[in-house]
């Protein structure tokens, strides 16, 4: 195993579809699109840590997604890391940003967390800031924070959020295949700094 996504989201048909679980529509985009199957973690051999998760193989990468809600999202996935014997720097952590304008998608190499709960617990249980993260533009809340990032997108939106979807599938999938972060910044920041995405 050399790197691994993941993708934040909460779990449960009462979050599906909600601006906080965008990084669980990416991943979900991607393994479509790879044709990956999510697992259970029995699948992980001689992995004995929490088993709240659902993964994916593609290449030599594992693709996560937390079953966790959202800010216990680093109990899941330091122990993962430590099985996998990657450092920080190969784990890609995809997720919702209330700061970034809506299906806005920008690539970070490290950085704090923002606000997010979820990174924050990655923060946390990782002990660094060190591992880069591809976040996508919920906009920002017309009412309290919280609410708006358990809202559902309206069907105005739907079709912008897609394209955003895709484009970090994209992004993904390039940094899977060089491995190189900086790389992966400079080539799709240009591009989607062309609004084409």
Same mark, same amino acid.
């Given at each position: 195993?050399?790197? %691994? ?8 048909p009462d979050y599906a579809g909600t601006r ?13 699109? #790879? ?7 029995? &699948? ?13 193989? &593609? ?15 680093? &109990? ?8 996998? =014997?990657v450092e920080p720097a190969d784990v890609l ?30 923060? #946390?249980?990782? =002990? ?6 591809? $976040? ?10 919280? $609410? ?12 912008? %959020? ?9 992004? %993904? ?8 972060? #900086?790389? &992966? ?13």
């Amino acid at each position: 195993m050399r790197r %691994i996504v993941c993708g934040l989201g909460n779990p449960g048909p009462d979050y599906a579809g909600t601006r906080h679980n965008v990084g669980f529509a990416v991943l979900d985009h991607f393994a479509r699109r #790879e044709g990956l199957l999510f697992e259970s973690p029995a &699948v992980l051999e001689g992995f004995t840590g929490p088993r709240q998760f659902v993964c994916a193989r &593609v290449r030599d990468a594992l693709c996560v997604k937390p079953l966790t809600f959202m800010n216990r999202s680093g &109990v899941v996935l330091a122990p993962i890391v430590r099985w996998a =014997g990657v450092e920080p720097a190969d784990v890609l952590v995809v997720y919702d940003d209330l700061d970034l304008p809506f299906s806005a998608l920008r690539i970070r190499p490290h950085g704090g967390h923002g606000g997010h709960n979820g990174v924050r617990s990655i923060l #946390e249980h990782l =002990g660094t800031e060190r591992f880069p993260r591809l $976040r996508v533009g919920i906009g920002n809340p017309r009412t309290d924070a919280a $609410r708006h990032v358990l809202d559902r997108f309206t069907p105005a939106e739907e079709e912008d %959020i897609a394209i955003s979807v895709a484009e970090a599938a994209d992004a %993904i999938l390039a940094w899977l295949e060089c491995g190189d972060i #900086e790389l &992966v910044m400079t080539r799709f920041h240009s591009r989607w700094n062309q609004g084409t995405a």
